[in-house]
Nanobody, 120 residues
Framework: QVQLVESGGGLVQAGGSLTLSCAAP???????????VAWYRRAPGNARELVTS???????RYGDSLRGRFSPSRNDLGKIHSLHMKSLKPEDTAVYYC???????????WGQGTQVTVSS
């Protein structure tokens, strides 16, 4: 079982920035590089939604209306991927989950979730 370790959540004021990170210490560098990485979030009362994803080949996808404020990055040698968030709004308050998934979907792993709270 692959463990993903999230960090970087917390409380931030509206308009502020925050970076979340997701490490996969149990994976080898070569294995990590085979995965697509993604971030999802779930706000209270809402379904989980895609924030952004970054494939092993560099293909980027964004959730609705999030392009421009959220950007992913990955460091395959460090076996870590990150979510850079700026111009945060109170409606961005949610639990954020990192995700690793092979392109076929045969293997998929989730982080434990980290709370992001944006105050107005």
């Amino acid at each position: 079982q692959v463990q993903l370790v999230e960090s970087g959540g917390g409380l931030v004021q509206a308009g502020g920035s925050l970076t979340l990170s997701c490490a996969a210490p149990s994976l080898s560098v070569s294995a990590f590089s085979l995965y697509d990485v993604a971030w999802y979030r779930r706000a209270p009362g809402n379904a989980r939604e895609l924030v952004t994803s970054l494939s092993r080949d560099g293909l980027l996808r964004y959730g609705d209306s999030l392009r421009g404020r959220f950007s992913p990055s990955r460091n395959d040698l460090g076996k870590i991927h990150s979510l850079h968030m700026k111009s945060l709004k109170p409606e961005d308050t949610a639990v954020y989950y990192c995700n690793l998934r092979t392109s076929t979907g045969a293997d998929e792993y989730w982080g434990q979730g980290t709370q992001v709270t944006v105050s107005s």
